[in-house]
């Protein structure tokens, strides 16, 4: 008896292991293709400001170079966090700043229209014809110093809820330059600011199905949101195995673009297995991307939002499983994914995850090994 009671508890544990590696193997994965980079010494200076309530801050058009060598300028949305050169930065969605109770979370649509009507999104010029226009008087026009320091500071007004001293707005006394720092931060955190609300798109992202496939079925869709164009596509499946779109015509990189759904179609004869496909995209980086550092919880760096770019190239891959055409009905539709790039950050990043089906069959598992258990327990106590 003590022999068939321990097989039967390895047979238990073997149940619940199993149930395990269930939970932990997603069905089917995608790389959101985040860009990312460090700061570089390529930065732009302004003005040292004054801040309402006592202290100061430099501000700086910030030089940014990422791993393919294209280069950013980007903002500071975290006045209070220092500043870190030798640390990852990774492209994230807005939900994914790092301080939850930051104003950024409840502004970031008015911040992100300074970041489209500001300096560098406006050239000189145009800005000071719109200043004059709303009635501020320039002292020979606006400077990428006065520029940048006005911008930085409206950034700062909605990111960090600091605001500018009006009565002694920088720290080295040019009345001048005070003058129109003083015009262009009014005009961005005053009544033209209606905010910018829909957040930028990110320059490639694959957002896939949470749920496994089976042979004889098309598996997907994988929806593409990119603010590039695709430059190739690329594939690693078995032979017969196809991207395609719904209609099962096999694609290539000059089919897809921004909003394109594709599908993996997987022959009916197909033995169970796996694969992936890549796009690469070469595009801007939206004005209004957030950069934050990589392992923040454990290295936190002050975090950056595009305010221009370069070209870059970004390269994001999704992966896919299927089993026999036998193992899942073929009435069983993947869960459907979140579309990429919706308002407000949520649906920002590819959708991962396990077959909703899964807890029910673990439970199954565990209930029926608890139920042997018990069987076998009572006709130990009768013997």
Not at 2 to 15: P, T
Not at 124 to 145: E, M, V
Not at 253 to 261: A, I, Q, R
Not at 322 to 350: H, I
């Amino acid at each position: 008896m003590q022999v068939r009671l321990a097989f039967v508890r390895g047979g238990i544990a073997v149940l619940a292991a199993a149930a395990a590696v269930m939970v932990g193997a997603p069905a089917a994965l995608a790389d959101d293709g985040a860009a990312r980079g460090r700061v570089s010494e390529h930065g732009t200076g302004g003005f040292k400001v004054n801040l309402e309530g006592g202290g100061h801050a430099s501000t700086e058009l910030f030089g940014f170079k990422l791993s393919d060598g294209s280069a950013l300028k980007l903002y500071c949305v975290q006045i209070s966090v220092y500043m870190r050169n030798d640390v990852d930065m990774v492209e994230q969605p807005w939900n994914k700043y790092p301080d939850e109770k930051s104003p950024f979370n409840a502004n970031r649509d008015k911040l992100n229209w300074v970041l489209h009507h500001g300096y560098p999104g406006i050239g000189l010029d145009a800005l000071g014809k719109t200043l004059t226009k709303a009635g501020a008087k320039l002292n020979g026009g606006l400077s990428d110093r006065e520029a940048i320091t006005a911008t930085q500071a409206a950034v700062w007004h909605f990111s960090d809820g600091k605001n500018l001293d009006h009565g002694n707005p920088l720290g080295d006394g040019d009345k001048s330059a005070a003058a129109d720092v003083v015009a262009l931060y009014d005009y961005l955190t005053g009544s033209e600011n209606t905010g910018a609300g829909q957040q930028p798109k990110p320059t490639l992202n694959i957002a896939a199905p949470k749920a496994p496939g089976a042979a004889g079925t098309k598996i997907g869709p994988f929806d593409v949101a990119t603010t590039g164009d695709i430059t190739s596509l690329t594939t690693e499946l078995p032979d017969g195995v196809k991207v395609t779109d719904a209609g099962g015509k096999e694609l290539k990189s000059t089919d897809v673009k921004d909003g394109t759904k594709l599908f993996v179609d997987v022959p009916a004869d197909a033995k169970p297995g796996k694969g992936s496909f890549s796009l690469k995209v070469s595009g801007h980086l939206d004005t209004g991307r957030l950069f934050v550092s990589e392992n923040y919880a454990k290295q936190p760096a002050q975090s950056l939002i595009v305010a221009d770019s370069e070209k870059t190239q970004v390269t994001a891959k999704a992966a896919v499983e299927w089993a026999e055409a036998s193992a899942v009905p073929s009435t069983t539709a993947p869960a459907p994914s979140t579309p990429a790039g919706s308002t407000g950050g949520g649906g920002d990043l590819a959708n991962t995850g396990v077959d909703a089906a899964v807890p029910f069959t673990i439970g199954g598992l565990l209930l029926g090994g608890g139920a042997l258990m018990l069987l076998l327990n009572r006709r130990r106590s009768r013997a």
